[in-house]
């Protein structure tokens, strides 16, 4: 059985450093330049993100007690954002989990080798660089004109749960933010016919990696300010000359306009992806429709006895 799970969210409302750069970051000119009132709407950014991190780990009993987690840094902003507040976080969580830092160098051409290792070096991280070649194997593979991302990030996955069990990381994390997962939920609506979204914590299907979301609460807005401010090298993913997936984009800008027109839309839409009613739905599995006139036969047997007393 393992110890409860760590963040309380009080503990989440530490404050970067007054001046200068948040403690054991990269130095950030942009920060460095920051007036009083500029600093203030980062701290409170900072905390915003903090906060929603804490929670969404309590919430789905991401880390416990002794966990190594590896943390899937792809050189983008989400997951330079997730490494940063996973750190400041474990910096005063009550309880002891590692961190260590993983990229899949996928040997695109123009690959900017040294960026992350610099980086990562700077700010003091336990990291490892996976080489695999996954790059040629895609092109290879993929058929000319179809996208590539599909099978690129599979074969990314599989590298990294591998990798993970060899170095003996308990917990995946993986930089996907409220938007990501909303994103999937209306392409699975749109084209897969089934109503599921990326859930927070995830077994993967094979049994052996437990993979967690912990910028799940987290709206996509603030962290690209956040990884903006913060000045982080962000490597594009698209060296590869790909087409990002032109139906995540397109799902991807309704919900921008959906929120522009209707502010609070996307909360919405997430808190129901929190509180799902499965008798309000029609799939079998998940609810006993044939069962419902022993339910009401049950009820009414228990409202008689309840009569009779
Ligand atoms: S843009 Fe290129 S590197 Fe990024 S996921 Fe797609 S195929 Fe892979």
């Known amino acids: 059985m393992q110890d409860a799970v760590i963040f309380d969210p009080r503990d989440t409302d530490a404050e970067a450093p007054a001046g200068g750069s948040p403690q054991q970051e990269a130095p950030s000119p942009l920060l460095d330049a920051l007036d009083a009132r500029g600093r203030r709407e980062f701290n409170k950014l900072q905390k915003r993100l903090r906060r929603q991190v804490g929670n969404a780990i309590i919430d789905y009993g991401m880390i416990h007690e002794g966990d190594r987690v590896m943390v899937c840094l792809s050189g983008g902003k989400d997951s330079y954002t997730l490494l940063s507040i996973l750190r400041s976080l474990q910096r005063n969580a009550p309880i002891d989990f590692s961190l260590v830092a993983v990229n899949l160098d996928q040997k695109q051409p123009g690959f900017p080798e040294q960026v ?99 910028l799940a609460y987290c709206r996509e807005a603030d962290i690209a300010e956040f990884a903006r401010l913060m000045a982080f090298p962000i490597i594009p993913c698209n060296l590869c000359g790909s087409q990002p997936n032109l139906q995540r984009q397109v799902v991807k800008e309704m919900l921008a306009e959906w929120e522009k027109k209707h502010p609070g839309r996307l909360e919405s839409m997430f808190k129901a992806v929190t509180n799902v009613a499965p008798s309000q739905l029609a799939d079998r599995e998940l609810f006993d429709f044939a069962g419902l006139e022993e339910a009401q036969a049950r009820r009414q047997a228990s409202r008689i006895e309840l009569l009779n007393e």
């Open 116 to 214: 992350l290792p610099e980086y990562l070096e700077s700010i003091g991280v336990e990291y490892h660089i996976l080489e695999r070649d996954t790059y040629s194997v895609v092109k290879e593979k993929t058929p000319e004109g179809k996208t590539t991302c599909a099978l690129c990030s599979r074969l990314r996955r599989g590298s990294l749960y591998g990798f993970a069990e060899e170095i003996g990381a308990t917990k995946i994390a993986l930089g996907h933010h409220r938007e990501d997962i909303l994103e999937t939920l209306f392409l699975n609506l749109f084209f897969g016919g089934s109503l599921k979204a990326m859930p927070p914590k995830l077994l993967s299907d094979d049994g052996k990696n437990i993979l967690i979301r912990p």
